[in-house]
């Protein structure tokens, strides 16, 4: 099992450049989450899924895309990359209950 | 969900109890205490939760007071490994069909030393 997996792990991206985070998890959970962190903060919200075909804002959407479209993947897309964008980028997955899986991160530089 | 209040950093030192405090006065009768730590820059990993009960699990117990206004997450016998942010989370009971959303604040940071 390899639980929740992201690449990449690391990206420099110039402004106005977009990429794609890649989130894919192999626990067959419903639930999936975006989440941001900057340096020092805890983690923010960005969009979360419960199910494929399903998604919704969290608490910080604005400058991101998410499509769900089978259960086991949640890719996170940046179009327009901005220096306020510049941070690590948490998915996880949960299957309702109590325990979040989150993946290693994916630390995200705009210059 | 209701709002929580950690200290910045406590100190441990290696072989001791840690005991990490909580308030959460605003606390709802159907609201949980979760309780979550990050180890350096890797992704937080889930540690133990409860309701009203005093809980324990293999990493942690969990005392929360009778009132529920506060709690605190013990780790027995922390080691150096033990080192990491502890968030403390409230959140209503997960409902299917509905999203198990965490908000997680700065939590504390703890320092086991030798």
């Known amino acids: 099992n390899a639980g929740v997996t992201q690449t990449p792990k690391f990206r420099i991206l110039k402004i106005g450049q977009s990429m794609t985070l890649q989130c894919a998890q192999d626990m067959n959970h419903n639930y999936m989450y975006w989440y941001r962190q900057d340096p020092g903060m805890g983690l923010k919200l960005i969009y979360y899924s419960v199910g494929a075909g399903i998604t919704d804002k969290g608490e910080v959407p604005n400058g991101y895309n998410v499509s769900r479209s089978t259960t086991e993947d949640f890719p996170l897309r940046l179009e327009l990359a901005a220096p306020s964008q510049t941070s690590v980028y948490f998915c996880?997955?949960?299957?309702?209950?109590?325990?979040?899986?989150f993946g290693s991160g994916t630390r995200l530089t705009v210059v | 969900d209701a709002k929580t209040t950690q200290p910045p950093s406590m100190d441990c030192a290696e072989g001791r109890a840690a005991n990490l405090p909580c308030n959460h006065s605003t606390i709802s009768g159907n609201e949980y205490v979760y309780w979550y730590r990050q180890i350096h820059s890797q992704g937080p990993q889930y540690i133990i939760h409860?309701?009203?009960n005093n809980e324990t699990n293999e990493m942690a117990s969990l005392i929360i007071t009778e009132d529920r206004k506060s709690s605190t997450l013990i780790l027995p016998h922390a080691t150096l490994r033990d080192t990491a942010v502890y968030y403390c989370?409230?959140?209503?009971?997960?409902?299917?069909?509905?999203?198990?959303?965490?908000?997680f604040g700065t939590g504390t940071r703890l320092q086991v030393t030798l």
């Open positions: 409860g309701l009203k």
């Open positions: 989370i409230v959140r209503v009971a997960f409902s299917t069909g509905t999203a198990s959303k965490l908000t």
């Open positions: 996880a997955s949960s299957q309702g209950g109590h325990g979040y899986t």
